[in-house]
């Protein structure tokens, strides 16, 4: 059963920085294209930042210089660095992973349980 779990979620003040992990588990074979969406109330869930197996990054033009997606293919984790955070930025965060698992089943999207990332003014 592969799974995908966030953490690093939380309140932050203006300005402030927040790193978000995003670890998988299961039976994996390959991970292809690994990223972050979120949700803010209201408003539909957005990409936020996506990163190949290769390394190549895309990145929201609303959190372009200020967020940074990196990952780490021995450990099948992806991050998200957050600077320069803003109240806009209060959603909730998803992690994703286009995964083949071992065995007979077919690759898909994963999605994470989400985790709350809140900016005060």
């Known amino acids: 059963q592969v799974q995908l779990v966030e953490s690093g979620g939380g309140l932050v003040q203006f300005g402030g920085s927040l790193r978000l992990s995003c670890a998988t588990s299961g039976s994996i074979f390959s991970i292809a294209v690994m990223g972050w969406y979120r949700q803010a109330p209201g408003k539909q869930r957005e990409l936020v930042a996506d990163i190949t197996s290769g390394g190549s990054t895309n990145y929201a033009d609303s959190v372009k210089g200020r967020f940074t997606i990196s990952r780490d293919g021995a450990k099948n984790t992806v991050y998200l660095q957050m600077n320069t955070l803003k109240p806009e930025d209060t959603a909730v965060y998803y992690c994703?992973?286009?995964?083949?698992?071992?065995?007979?089943?077919?690759?898909?999207?994963?999605w994470g349980q989400g985790t709350q990332v809140t900016v005060s003014s």
């Open positions: 994703t992973a286009d995964i083949r698992p071992t065995g007979p089943a077919t690759g898909r999207k994963y």
